[in-house]
């Protein structure tokens, strides 16, 4: 029901910054908690980021705490990810999630997410 659509990734270099996009469908945006997560080549769909509903809460892993924003406008129906000083293994289709529902603790678990946009590929390269 819900449909996400991400955007904003492409080949960068290390040290470089994007911003990524996630444009939601619906009137109802602004009751949803949002999420970012990332799929390396050869690994699980891991958590990256999330945030409420209402954009006072944010939640992150600890390994881009201190280079990863997320963000969100629900005026537009969107949320964002801005990435700094990226690192090669940063490499990864990065998706973003929606919850129909307010976020509750379990924020970081894929199956706590209703939608998923298709990805956006973010690839570092030296």
């Known amino acids: 029901q819900v449909q996400l659509v991400e955007s904003g990734g492409g080949l960068v270099q290390i040290g470089d910054s994007l911003r990524l996009s996630c444009a939601a469908s619906?009137?109802?945006?602004?009751?949803?908690?949002m999420g970012w997560f990332r799929q390396a080549p050869g690994k699980e769909r891991a958590f990256v980021a999330a945030?409420?509903?209402?954009?006072?809460?944010?939640y992150y892993t600890d390994s881009v705490k201190d280079r990863f924003t997320i963000s969100r406008d629900n005026a537009k129906n969107t949320v964002f990810l801005q990435i700094n000083s990226l690192k090669l293994e940063d490499t990864a289709v990065y998706f973003c999630?929606?919850?129909?529902?307010?976020?509750?603790?379990?924020?970081?678990?894929?199956?706590?997410?209703?939608?998923w946009g298709q990805g956006t590929q973010v690839t570092v390269s030296s």
């Open positions: 945030i409420s509903a209402s954009g006072r809460r944010t």
């Open positions: 619906g009137r109802t945006f602004s009751n949803y908690g």
């Open positions: 999630a929606s919850r129909t529902s307010p976020l509750n603790s379990a924020y970081g678990r894929r199956s706590e997410y209703n939608n």
